[in-house]
Nanobody
Framework: QVHLVESGGGSVQSGGSLRLSCAAY????????MGWFRQAPGKEREGVAA???????AYADSVKGRFTISLDNAKNTLYLQMNSLKPDDTAMYYC????????????????????????WGQGTQVTVSS
């Protein structure tokens, strides 16, 4: 059984940084993609960044140049380094993984589309104050 457990959220001031982690238990696909999504109150879930088993990455236009997704295969842990945070980045952040396969669709914002991911974590809150 696959369990994704996020950590690292918190409250920071505008311009600050946070690093989110997602420990993937029981996730053993050789071909896969993993990603980060976020959802603010009253808004739809949006794709933030994704990485596939070949190491290719994709980022939403709104976070390009500020966020970096990475994967430590030895620790089975996905990371999201978030720099130059803005109040608009305030949201619940979710880790997700595909149920096999490295392909994923992109949403209108350039980030991964949630429909391509079958496993989800519970989320970690990020709050950025101005």
């Amino acid at each position: 059984q696959v369990h994704l457990v996020e950590s690292g959220g918190g409250s920071v001031q505008s311009g600050g940084s946070l690093r989110l982690s997602c420990a993937a238990y029981g996730y053993t696909y050789s071909s896969y993609c993993m990603g980060w999504f976020r959802q603010a109150p009253g808004k739809e879930r949006e794709g933030v960044a994704a990485v596939d088993s070949d190491g290719s990455t994709a980022y939403a236009d709104s976070v390009k140049g500020r966020f970096t997704i990475s994967l430590d295969n030895a620790k089975n842990t996905l990371y999201l380094q978030m720099n130059s945070l803005k109040p608009d980045d305030t949201a619940m952040y979710y880790c997700a993984a595909s149920d096999g396969g490295s392909w994923y669709a992109l949403d209108s914002g350039g980030g991964p589309h949630p429909a391509s991911f079958g496993y989800w974590g519970q989320g970690t809150q990020v709050t950025v104050s101005s």
